[in-house]
């Protein structure tokens, strides 16, 4: 096609113009016309010029160099754009089938099968987008300018049954979430609810005959992300009985630690609340992070660190800290906190040890006579006095 352009609009044109191929007529300060071919070569997504002029040979050769600056001045934008434009196409897609009022409210069958069809191709082509190499941080953010978190969390909430529409949308947010410091996604996902939709979804996964644990684990890092931004996300997790579900696969995971991870993350963001606290210690979980604690050998120092922090979380109180004085954890973890002295020469366990003096000073910092006196027999014994003479 040929379309007459000022010189000045030639280069968004020729950016931004997606044609393959394409003839611009551009008025120059002489008024001689000069078309310019542009053709779009695919293989190496590089822009080539073919320009013709009836003018002489310089000022073609001056008007080609010209050109050929305005275009390659802004290849990184360029190639930003076409991605851009992909993913803003398929977020307008999505957002236009999940706003529409025949699909929110049931519609025909025919209509929801070819709208649930169009979802799965949308979040597929967005997730290939967004894996891809050439998706770097600049195209990060223009995605994030166009809304595409909260129209991804629409999808999810539109069709939270869906695997593959759900699926597609998970593994997304993971690789937006991927060693992303910024707190400003992770706030615009909480603005979303978005803690909900994936505890529903977690929910209704678990209920499943064979649910897929592998979600579920995804599930868990994404909460473990966006849980961190959301203070009401302990009392979400006790209603929608998230918490019973992060429990039951801590007990099936206790050596997987690339698995248990995400999940100690989730648990102790629950422990936080006094009344999931309070949960956990009857159901057990005191004896549960004992034995991780004392499974784990040192390389695992953060799976170590997650666990001590939810024994502190879980004996504030004085009445669960009874409770983990009768389990005999004091002798415990003086020895493990003994066994580090000697052998922390570059303080790389101080967190740690830090940890073990906090569940001891909770246990210790009671008021009942009875636990006074376990305490004390705990402390006062032969091994223990031996074990703290070696610390001093």
Request: a positive charge.
């Amino acid at each position: 096609m040929t379309r007459k352009i000022s010189p000045r609009e030639a280069s968004a044109a020729l950016i931004n113009n997606t044609d393959q191929n394409l003839i611009l007529t551009v008025y120059t300060h002489a008024n001689i016309l000069i078309y310019i071919r542009v053709t779009y070569t695919y293989s190496n997504k590089r822009k080539q010029a073919t320009f013709f002029t009836g003018r002489s040979a310089l000022d073609r050769m001056m008007e080609e160099t010209r050109c050929k600056k305005m275009i390659d001045n802004q290849p990184q934008g360029g190639k930003m754009d076409r991605s851009g434009s992909r993913s803003n196409q398929f977020l307008q897609t999505i957002e236009r089938i999940c706003s529409r009022p025949s699909y929110m409210c049931g519609g025909s069958r025919r209509d929801a099968a070819e709208d649930l069809l169009q979802l799965r191709f949308a979040t597929g082509k967005i997730h290939l987008i967004i894996t891809s190499s050439k998706f770097d941080a600049a195209s990060k953010e223009s995605f994030i300018r166009q809304n595409g978190l909260p129209i991804l969390i629409m999808a999810l909430r539109a069709a939270p049954s869906e695997k593959q529409i759900v699926d597609n949308i998970i593994s997304t947010l993971l690789e937006l979430l991927h060693k992303s410091s910024n707190s400003k996604y992770l706030a615009i996902l909480v603005n979303c609810d978005a803690c909900s939709i994936l505890l529903q979804i977690l929910m209704s996964e678990y209920k499943e005959s064979l649910p897929r644990e592998c979600l579920m684990m995804q599930l868990h890092q994404l909460l473990a992300k966006i849980g961190t931004k959301d203070p009401k996300f302990p009392v979400k997790g006790r209603l929608s009985q998230a918490l019973v579900i992060t429990l039951n696969l801590i007990k099936t995971n206790t050596t997987h630690y690339k698995n248990l991870l995400p999940l100690l993350r989730v648990l102790k963001m629950y422990s936080s609340n006094n009344i999931n606290a309070s949960y956990l210690v009857k159901n057990a979980c005191i004896q549960l992070m004992t034995r991780i604690v004392t499974n784990c050998c040192k390389n695992h120092s953060a799976i170590i660190k997650h666990a001590l922090e939810i024994l502190c979380n879980l004996t504030k109180t004085k009445k669960h800290a009874v409770r983990a004085v009768n389990f005999d954890n004091i002798p415990t973890f003086l020895t493990m906190h003994c066994e580090w002295h000697p052998n922390n020469s570059k303080h790389k366990y101080v967190t740690e040890r830090r940890l073990i003096l906090t569940f001891l000073k909770n246990l210790t910092n009671t008021n009942e006579d009875l636990t006074i006196q376990q305490s004390n027999e705990a402390f006062f014994t032969f091994t223990v006095l031996t074990l703290l003479m070696d610390v001093f």
